[in-house]
């Protein structure tokens, strides 16, 4: 059969499924997966994984992710509880809507871009919420790979080149970054000696990146280019509870997401407007129709109603609002661009151990090297989560204001049965394409049965723009890997789509997923072929 020919069953992946009788992670590089594998066989639990995997992917993946980024986590206890952990931080202080007055958007990079990191303080409240071995003990592998440096890999190196004046004009990040003054070759390792003593005094005392002497570091460092920070938004960016997760049910199922300010609810509204009319050929024209259809809605709903300190967004899961979305995807009459792309720079990973015990973890910098400004002689490179995802737009309740968290790309999720057993753990990067991959995903799961790894491998579309703030108003498309097929892309033009070929593999992103079945007693994981993950059973 070749990549575009018709297809009536379920597209097989490149490789077979992995399997684990006592634990299972998944994630985008080898040596995050390792890292929680080993754990898992040492007798820890999934989230003594999750922590081990999150640190490791800072040297893995230097480009998606950082001590100086934002995480969020799913948690799921033996018991059926689920829990939420939601660390972004505030904007500064003196960021009101007047300091940006003459400026149609908040840069994407530089000292402006920044608001404070909440990864720190969302994995202390992961340690806190049931870690069984100490963050120094658990931290220790990456103290390691930081001092040794681990190997650039092909994704690493390509973001270094295409980045390179960018990260040139700081300092610090250009003395890890750019040694030799360029982009280093495939295989070059990496040494971070700062870094690894950041890492081995922040696992002794995470909260050390909030308040004393290295959180005036960063403040001082990021007021002396003109950010106006106070340094109380900092302090105050390093609470993180563990709170309700949403959920709603599908297909006989409990899907639980992150609550704000992620954009977990779209992905539980696309679900709601999708619920029974997915059960046909999947990844037919009508079910992409319909899954491109239900995003274009959510994200309509998004800029119009969603803010991190507002409910608007509730109202897009309501009964009467559900109708009239399917009635606009029937018809053919769908809301035209917000303005988001699916671009971006984050990781993910999740890890389950045998007692049933899972964590989902995103992490992320917003945009590749985020910032690129380092904390002077820390190795920690800081986020543009604030240029990124905060507007200008009067009014709205999205806009940068002092102590509102700008809106989130991540995002993560599980999903449960009635008796609150996981059945299955998963999540993706890719910016504001993560919430259309994950209903993606879970529709390949609960709808046709797929096994983790075909549905990690599946043919991936998204519609463009959603909602980012420098994208607002761009052209609608639909940007489709051509493993759909020729008569599929056909089918969505004449349903009215503007559909932009992205090559077999080009739609982006780098799923994971962990499914569980009870009835035999096994675990199987998938790793998107897209990237170099692995998936890992013990």
């Known amino acids: 059969m070749t990549l575009l020919a018709r297809r009536s069953s379920f597209p097989v992946a490149l490789r077979p499924a992995a399997l684990g009788a006592d634990g299972m992670v998944a994630a985008s590089h080898p040596a995050i997966s390792r890292a929680g594998a080993d754990v898992l066989a040492d007798g820890g639990t999934a989230i003594d994984a999750a922590l081990a ?50 400026m149609t958007g908040i840069p994407r990079h530089g000292a402006a871009s920044v608001a ?36 650039c890999t092909a994704k690493t190196a390509a973001d270094i080149a295409r980045h390179a004046v960018r990260l040139a004009e700081d300092p610090d990040t250009a003395g890890v970054l750019l040694r030799s003054g360029r982009a280093p070759e495939v295989g070059t390792r990496l040494p971070q000696p700062l870094l690894a003593a950041s890492i081995e005094r ?71 407007v999708c619920e029974r009319q997915l059960g046909g050929a999947p990844l037919s024209a009508e ?61 993910s990973m999740v890890a389950v151990d045998g007692e049933g015990r899972a964590v989902s973890l995103i992490h992320s910098l917003a945009f590749t090297f985020g910032a690129g400004i380092t904390i002077p002689g820390t190795g920690i490179v800081l986020n543009n989560r604030l240029g990124r995802g905060a507007y200008l737009v009067s009014g709205h309740p999205n806009e940068v204001r002092p102590r509102r968290r700008p ?25 504001d394409g993560q919430v259309q991959w994950n209903t993606q995903l879970l529709s390949h799961l609960l709808d046709h049965g797929a096994d983790a790894q075909s549905a990690v491998d599946a043919p991936r579309f998204s519609a463009f723009p959603g909602s980012d703030a420098e ?41 994971q997923i962990v499914s569980l079945d009870h009835e035999r007693g096994c675990l199987s994981g998938g790793s998107d072929s897209r990237q170099e993950g692995v998936a890992l059973g013990v």
Do not use: K
């Open 53 to 102: 995997m999150a640190a490791v992917s800072w040297l893995a993946l230097p480009g998606q992710c950082g001590v100086g980024g934002d995480a969020f986590a799913l948690v799921h206890e033996p018991d059926g509880t689920v829990r939420a952990l939601c660390g972004s931080g505030f904007g500064p202080d003196g960021g009101t809507p007047e300091h940006y007055a003459g």
């Open 116 to 151: 404070a990191p909440g990864a720190i303080a969302a994995l202390e409240a992961l340690h806190s919420a049931g870690a069984t071995r100490s963050l120094a003990d658990l931290w220790a592998p990456a103290v390691r790979l930081a001092r040794l440096g681990l190997p």
């Open 202 to 272: 922040l696992a002794a005392d995470p909260g050390a990146l909030y308040r004393g002497d290295l959180a005036e570091r960063a403040v001082s460092r990021l007021t002396a280019l003109g950010a106006p920070f106070s340094g109380e938004e900092w302090a105050t960016s390093g609470d993180v509870r563990a709170e309700p997760a949403l959920r709603r049910r599908y297909r006989d199922r409990w899907v639980h997401q992150t609550p704000m300010p992620t954009p977990g609810w779209m992905v539980l509204d696309q679900l709601a």
């Open 287 to 347: 079910a992409v129709h319909w899954l491109a259809g239900a995003a274009r809605i959510a994200f309509a709903d998004r800029y119009a109603r969603a803010g991190s300190d507002s409910d608007g967004w509730r109202r897009g899961g309501q009964p009467d609002a559900v109708e009239q979305a399917r009635d606009r995807i029937r018809t053919g009459v769908l809301p035209g661009p917000a303005g988001a792309s699916p671009a971006g720079d984050t990781t």
């Open 407 to 431: 809106l989130h790309t991540l995002n993560a999720w599980l999903v449960t049965d009635d008796d609150g057993r996981l059945r299955h753990v998963g999540n993706t990067p890719g910016g």
């Open 471 to 511: 994208d607002l108003g761009s052209p609608a498309e639909l940007r489709c890997e051509d493993r759909l097929g020729l008569e599929v892309l056909a089918g969505l033009r004449e349903r009215g789509h503007t559909v932009v070929p992205v090559g077999d593999w080009g739609a982006g992103g780098s799923a």
